[in-house]
Nanobody
Framework: EVQLVESGGGSVQAGGSLRLSCAVS???????????MAWFRQAPGKGREAVSV???????HYSISAQGRFTISSDNAENTIALQMNSLKSEDTAIYYC??????????????????????WGQGTQVTVSS
């Protein structure tokens, strides 16, 4: 069992920065090398969309909207995943979710950005960007 707890959300003005963190609680021997970790977000009235993925093999993917502004990272010693968000825009306002999938097989949908590929989810943390 893998449990995810997000933190670091809040309110910020456009152009500002926030750093989200996802604390991972799991069985002894858990390692990010075996799991793909991701950040998704869901804005009011919209579907859940991928923001960034850090795969167990080290590859990183960003959505077009996140590219160049957000940075995903992992800390194996602390069992945490972070999302550094800079140059925030009002359209970044959403609930941000941390997610994990077993990384030893390829996504059946062909993309790491599919919510259905993820087996574990956190409760989310609210990010509000005011213009």
């Amino acid at each position: 069992e893998v449990q995810l707890v997000e933190s670091g959300g809040g309110s910020v003005q456009a152009g500002g920065s926030l750093r989200l963190s996802c604390a991972v609680s799991a069985f002894p021997g858990f390692t990010f090398r075996n799991y793909d970790m991701a950040w998704f977000r869901q804005a009011p009235g919209k579907g859940r969309e991928a923001v960034s993925v850090i795969r167990g093999d080290g590859h990183i993917h960003y959505s077009i909207s996140a590219q160049g502004r957000f940075t995903i990272s992992s800390d194996n010693a602390e069992n945490t995943i972070a999302l550094q968000m800079n140059s925030l825009k009002s359209e970044d306002t959403a609930i941000y979710y941390c997610a994990a999938r077993r990384g030893w097989f390829q996504p059946t949908s062909g993309t790491w950005f599919d919510t259905n590929e993820y087996h574990y989810w956190g409760q989310g943390t609210q990010v509000t960007v005011s213009s």
